[in-house]
Structures are given as structure tokens and as C-alpha cells.
């Protein structure tokens, strides 16, 4: 459990710094924040508005994070990989799908598929493709500079404010646990399970020594002139390439959208 | 603000929790000292200087910084003019990369951009940190940690400068390093230690506190030298 969450701390840290989700993989074109958090917010709007039941128009914005991860230099598999852990919470919204809507919409090989089982693929689809555009927006510029490009786009400084919060104590919350579990094992004599009491006090323990932990890293913040505004960082301008971008990508999200390029494909294959 | 001295009348402070932390603690540190706060772990040292910063509020008595008395109102002019260097480094760093974290003071003072990156590069070379800009805070060293802190704080430009356990789990050449450090700094310093060899070589003065109280306020050497002292504040052994 340990390495498991070492590992997950690292891997939240890394978050934190533009082009740190790529594993050591420079990030070859990193737009502006704004434009990158825009784009996601459209892709995500559109894609997420398309019907259930239209599984072809779905699988076509899949076009997004196979391109775009491959502009800035990220491995789709790995983003594929990364993106499986929204997989759970999706087939739980509709595991149940396929016995409350039964109707056939089609017969393959003398197996029938019901509207059911379309809807389960259909959202499991959405909720990976929802994951990867939104690990593509981190894995780029960072979840620091997403925060600051909430604050540049207008949105209220106590917003922006507060996700990076947040965030940075949920990297505090890990590492805590991480010190105490560490502290049980070392006197666990290779015990690997806790009993259920241990578990509370355990919990207990955490909630304590996390607010205190949270209080003095907020002492360390207000004694060097924090006023709960997040200042503003050096930060790129927009450019042509960044408008280039935003347009081009939001015509064949549009394109997908209101086309139906799944019946043309289907009748040209 | 005339002079950067501090000043404490009568402060009392009660925790939330009905812990009397500090009891009474009068002293006045005047401009350009180096001073050692000593005393065991919970005899108030910490307390007392969260107090210099506003961070805690007394519950009663009085602090002055300069002319300015700490209150709410006052805490950004405080502030701008204190740098407190907390204990443990891992509180003080948490923006995603170094120099983000040392700009993270300089940007809250509303500095032009290009104060900003001046202050950042001056404070980094101070320390001998200047290699570690553009790395995490969280993949440094202890000793690189403290050095990062430290440079966060000079690059308020303090005219206060106000140490926590400075020199704590550091290694004998860290250890050198935050003393060279600080005794280059020529403004008001006043620093929380356990370490009382560095109290010796760095400040002239030295204030002794045992539970909440300064039972000892004098020359370091002839502080040093007082076994009987030493012995209640548990700084000697019995």
C-alpha cells in the first residue's frame, strides 16, 4: 500500500508543473491555458449532448485525444491507460441499463442487441473519452496553470482560489497517510491487513493531523502576504497558433456534431 | 515605518483549546540585532513568534513592529515587513516549481513582473539555489528544502527577519551554509533554536523561555555560561 501511494503522490506532483503528466516526454506545442481550457470545456459540451443511443457520433469525437495527445507528444496508450480509472464510476451509472430498456435496436449473427446494452457502451465510452480530454488539459499545462487560465478567463480569483487549494491538500491529505501507514507497518511485525478498530483510529488520527497540517501550510501562505487571491503567474500570450487551434478543432467538433458522418461512412463502406 | 524593531508588552496567549502558551512576555529587540530565542520543545517559542507575524493575535498585551502596532488591519504592512521562516520547510513550499514558490511573496505584494524575477534570481543566488529553479519543491533534498524556504523568504526583502528551528535535521554542511547565511543578513533577526552553538557564533544576545515565560534575557555567553538558568529551562541536565 506504501508504494501505492508514493506513487500516487508523484504522480500528483507531477501534475502540478506543465507537460509533468508525460512521464519525462517534453510537451511539443503547448497552446495557451486559456485556449487549451476552452477547447476541453467545447469537446466536452458537445460530446457529452450527442443522444445515447448514437454510439457512431460518439466514437467519432474519439478523434480528439488520438490527435491532440499525438500534437503534443503524449502516448494515447498511455492516456487510454490513465483514463480506465473513471471506468468503474460509469458502468455503475449504467450497469442496469441493460435490463430496464430491452428493446432491440439491431441483430448481429443471430445475437440481438438491445437499446440497453447500446446506452452501457455508449456512456463508458463518453466517461473514457471525458477522462482523456481532461488528462490531456493536465497532462499539458499543468493543474496550476488550469486554475490560473479559470482566473484569466474572468471567473471569480475565489474560484480559481480555491480548486488550487483543493488540490494541494489532497497532495497534503496523501502524503500523511502515507507517513502513518508507514509508522504502522514498521511495527506491524508483516501484518499486512488492519483490524477495524485500528482502522478508526487510523481515520480518526488522519482527520486530526491533516487540519493541522492544512493550518500551518496556510500560516506559511498568509505570513508571505497570501490575501485567499491566488497572484497571477508569468504567463504565455495568446497567439495565432493558439486561434488556429481553438477554431479548427471547435469546426470538427461542429462537423461531428451536426453531420452524420457514421450513416455517410457506413454507406460509402 | 522608522525603525524595524520588535516589540512585546505583557502578551498573553491562550490556544482555543485553554493552553495558556504565553504568559506574560515582555522584550523589545531594537534595529540590526541578531537575537536567540532558547528553551525546550512547548515552552512557547513557536507561539511567540507566529505572534511577530500576526499569524496569532495575542489574547493579550501588545506587539509592535516598528511603529506599527499588529492588528488586522496592519498585517499586510507587517507582513511586507517580516519574513518568517517557518520550521518545517515541507509547510512553506507548495507551488509547482521553485522559483513559482520563491515569486509566491513578490507576487502577492502586486510587484511589476520584472521586480518580481529580479527579487527571484537575487534571493535564489543568495542561498546557492540558483541550479534549482525549474525544479518540484517536493523532489528536493532537506538541506535544498531549506534553502528554497529561506530564499522565499529574502525575496520579501524583510526588514525582520524571524527563524524557526533554521538549522534543525540539516547536515553539518547545510547546517554551515544557513549560518553564513544569516550572518550576512544585516537587519533585525530574531531566531528560535535549539542549536545552541549556532546561538553562540551568531547572536550577540540571547532570551531564555521556560512555559511560557523569558526567565533569561542577556549577553549569550553570559546566558550560555549560567548553569542555573541553563538547568531550569531544561537546557542543562539536572
Known sequence: MSDRLQRAILTLNRLEQPGGGTDGTDIIAAPDSRCLLVLTLIYLVLMLSVPLADIERVLLFSVYPIVESALVGIKYTRLLKRSL??????????????ILDTRTVFTVYGFTVTAGWVSLISLIVRGLLAMQAVLILIYVIGFYEVAVAIRRLGCPAVMSTQILLVYRYLSVLLQQVLTMRRAVDA??????????????????????????????VSRAMHARGFTDRLPLSRY?????????LLGSWTVVFIVIYLVPLGTYLSKVL | MSHHFIRFRDVHYTY???????RGVSFLITHGEKVALLGLNGAGKSTLLLHTDGILMATSGEVNIGDVPVTRKTLPVVRSHVGLLFQNPDDQLFMPTVEDDVAFGPRNMNLPEEEVERRVSTALEAVGATALRRRRPFNLSGGQKRMVAIAGVLAMEPMILVMDEPTSNLDPGARRRVIELVRGFDHTCLI??????????????SMVMAEGRIIA??????????????????????
Open chain 2, 217 to 238: 534575557d542577556g549577553p549569550t555567553d553570559e546566558i550560555l555560561s549560567d548553569i542555573e538558568t541553563l538547568t531550569a529551562a531544561g537546557l542543562w541536565p539536572r
Open chain 1, 85 to 98: 480509472w473513471v471506468l468503474p464510476l460509469v458502468a455503475l451509472v449504467g450497469v442496469f441499463n441493460p
Open chain 2, 192 to 205: 528560535a533554536t535549539h542549536d545552541l552553538d549556532m546561538a553562540a557564533e551568531l547572536c550577540p544576545r
Open chain 1, 187 to 216: 511495527r506491524g511485525y508483516g501484518r499486512r491487513h488492519m483490524s477495524l478498530k485500528l482502522w478508526g483510529i487510523f481515520i480518526g488520527q488522519l482527520l486530526i493531523r491533516s487540519l493541522e497540517r492544512a493550518e500551518n
Open chain 1, 236 to 244: 504565455r500570450c495568446w497567439t495565432t497558433t493558439d486561434s488556429v
Open chain 2, 16 to 22: 482555543p483549546g485553554g493552553y495558556e502558551a504565553l
